[in-house]
């Protein structure tokens, strides 16, 4: 089965920080850019953070200089690094790829998301 597994969320105080993971599994030949996600109680999901296989990294304005991916391709494995944590950063936190199976398909993956919440 293929999966992707988020992991980090939580409760912490504005100001705090915390640190998302999100592994890849199953029979996996190459994985695409991954990318963090958030959805907030009625808003719609928005995109957070993106990093390319080769590194390349782009941020919502809303968190640049405070929230960092980064990933590592030997254990399929993206992080998001968050800083300066503000309560509208409340959000289920969403990772999302697209892989390449072993047997050649392509398929989207999403996590199954975790929480956070910062308090004021």
């Known amino acids: 089965q293929v999966q992707l597994v988020e992991s980090g969320g939580g409760l912490v105080q504005a100001g705090g920080s915390l640190r998302l993971s999100c592994v890849a599994s199953?029979?996996?030949?190459?994985?695409?850019?991954m990318s963090w996600y958030r959805q907030a109680p009625g808003k719609q999901r928005e995109l957070v953070a993106t990093i390319t296989s080769g590194g390349s990294t782009n941020y919502a304005d809303s968190v640049k200089g405070r929230f960092t991916i980064s990933r590592d391709n030997a254990k399929n494995t993206v992080f998001l690094q968050m800083n300066s944590l503000k309560p509208e950063d409340t959000a289920v936190y969403y990772c999302q790829t697209n892989v390449v199976l072993v047997a050649g398909v392509a398929r989207p993956l999403w996590g199954q998301g975790t929480q956070v919440t910062v308090s004021s």
């Open positions: 199953g029979s996996i030949f190459s994985i695409n850019a």
